[in-house]
């Protein structure tokens, strides 16, 4: 549980947020036809030029919308023609028809969030605000709501001094947000668990999501090797997918760890407001230009006039600048690093797609998981070692190192007993090491180094390795 550690502050903290979830126009969801007054005077219309330019932005998020259902149609309809068009149309009203295959998941409606209590913020951004929820089953989800102190609100409150309409406005990017993510479906996206919309019981548009924890780069950049490299693998398999999603190839305009959540040691992204599912049209090669503080690379307008591969390009960029440079080479397993330098050249000069980095990537976790990066340990290691299976030495002597998987103490990942041996060797303090049936998820082992034991009991799924020069020297 990660309660703030002052239940003052937390309480007041919720308090307000409960506020900005609840309390909100019951009517929200006007229409655009309705003739309100708007800001100050009318003008010779009725209409001020301001409410003219926020009657404008919010009819182009509509289009945005519709955009999405119709490209997701069209491309749907080529590998699926038992998809029927109207189904879809339904989204765009905010009610959700539960015969939708695409839907079928997001079983928790206005209903049941109206009874749901809050226990925890989790995060915040310009646009929306994260809140951490107890269904009545005891499960934990997300839910996302709009940050009525955000900076998106407040913007549009200096411009338009209307706040109905800047809440429908600021509402459409959680609206996007919800349909791409019924669209795009995959294990490093969180999942779409609900939502509600349009709803006086619960006020305001609610996305119920599954819950993780906010990326925190420090504190990854203190895990394991294995761990970093899962989280750029993720990354990389949820980028492959978005080139060929069923919306066509997707760029994340705003890629950034932030973005993103952990759940379980795995990446997913969160934030998918900011999505784009067009590539930009072009003349010239010249027209496809992708920026980046520091690096620029032009690619080619295709025959079709569009920066084909633009999007794909820009996300492969992003993940290597935010991602890969700080989490992949540090660290690395020596004999692995010529292929982790090969994908950081390869990324950092987009000279493959993601297709090939993809490849390049499994390359990698083949080579990790089965050990062969180990070929050339010395076979004799263990025999520097006494054996005894079915025990397990129990809370003791313990010392530090660095990465290791419990704070205290010293336990990493190891391909088997030898690679566990070598380890053990190489640390001066290091007497002997234990091997449990616990594994990463790479399904390698996990070993415990000890500098000492007290006593040993059984345990059969655990065997305790003992250094022998140390075990019978003065060291003891
Ligand atoms: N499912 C989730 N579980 C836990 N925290 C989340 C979840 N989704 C978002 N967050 C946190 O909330 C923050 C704001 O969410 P986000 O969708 O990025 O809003 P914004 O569009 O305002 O940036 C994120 O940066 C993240 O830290
Ligand atoms: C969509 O609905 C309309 C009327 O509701 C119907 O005439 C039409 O055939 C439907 N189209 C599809 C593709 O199901
Ligand atoms: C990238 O292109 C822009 C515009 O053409 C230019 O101003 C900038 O200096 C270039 N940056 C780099 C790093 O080449
Ligand atoms: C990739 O390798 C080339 C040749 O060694 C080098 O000049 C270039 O700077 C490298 N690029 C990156 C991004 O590492
Ligand atoms: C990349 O992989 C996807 C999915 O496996 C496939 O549909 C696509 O054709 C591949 N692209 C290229 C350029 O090979
Ligand atoms: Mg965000």
Not at 113 to 123: E, P, R
Not at 313 to 334: D, E, G, I, S, V
Request: net charge neutral; aromatic share 8%; glycine share 6%.
């Amino acid at each position: 549980m990660t309660f703030s550690r002052n239940p003052f502050c937390s309480s007041l903290l919720l308090a307000s947020l409960f506020l900005s979830l609840t309390v909100i126009l019951k009517n929200w969801h006007f229409g655009l036809q309705e003739n309100k007054p708007f800001g100050d005077a009318g003008g010779p219309d009725g209409l001020t030029p301001a409410r003219d330019r926020l009657l404008q932005q919010l009819k182009e998020r509509q289009q945005e919308l519709e955009l999405l259902d119709i490209t997701f149609d069209n491309k749907q309809g080529f590998m699926d023609p038992s998809f029927s068009t109207n189904d879809s149309a339904v989204y765009i009203n905010g009610k959700l028809s539960s015969d939708n295959p695409l839907t079928a998941k997001t079983d928790i409606g206005c209903e049941e969030l109206s009874g749901i209590k809050a226990v925890d913020f989790l995060g915040s951004g310009y646009t929306k605000t994260v809140l951490k929820a107890a269904l009545p089953q005891g499960l934990f989800v997300a839910l996302k709501s709009i940050n009525h102190q955000g900076t998106d609100m407040r913007l549009c409150m200096e411009d338009f001094q209307d706040s109905q309409g800047c809440n429908e406005l600021v509402s459409f990017k959680l609206r996007k947000e919800i349909v791409l993510l019924q669209r795009l479906q995959h294990t490093n996206i969180v999942e779409l668990k609900g939502q509600c919309q349009d709803s006086a019981l619960v006020g305001g548009i609610t996305a119920v999501l599954e819950q993780g924890m906010p990326l925190q780069m420090i504190q990854l950049l203190q895990s394991p090797w294995e761990e970093r490299f899962r989280v750029c693998l993720g990354l990389v398999q949820l980028l492959q997918y978005l080139s060929h999603s069923p919306l066509g190839s997707v760029a994340l305009l705003d890629f950034q760890p932030r973005q993103f959540v952990m759940v379980s040691g795995e990446l997913k992204l969160t934030d998918l407001d900011d999505a784009s599912i067009q590539e930009p049209a072009c003349q010239e090669d010249s027209d496809c230009l992708l920026q980046f503080p520091l690096r620029n690379f032009t690619l080619r307008c295709s025959f079709s006039r569009t920066c084909e591969g633009l999007n794909e390009m820009r996300n492969l960029y992003n993940a290597y600048r935010y991602f890969f440079t700080y989490l992949l080479p540090h660290q690395a397993p020596p004999l692995l690093k010529p292929l982790i330098h090969q994908i950081m050249n390869s990324t950092g000069e987009l000279k493959q797609s993601i297709n090939e980095t993809l490849v390049a990537f499994e390359e990698v976790l083949h080579m990790y998981k089965s050990g062969l990066h180990l070929e050339n340990l010395p076979p004799s290691i263990t025999r520097d070692y006494a054996v005894l299976k079915g025990m397990r030495s129990v809370a003791n002597m313990e010392y530090r190192c660095w990465p290791s998987y419990k704070q205290q103490g010293c336990v990493l990942s190891v391909h088997s007993a030898r690679e566990a041996a070598l380890i053990c060797s190489s640390h001066p303090q290091c007497t002997s090491f234990s091997l449990s049936s616990e594994k990463t998820w790479t399904g390698r082992l996990l070993a415990s180094f000890r500098s000492g034991f007290s006593h040993l009991v059984p345990d059969v799924n655990s065997a305790v390795y003992m250094r022998r020069v140390k075990a019978s020297g003065a060291v003891l």
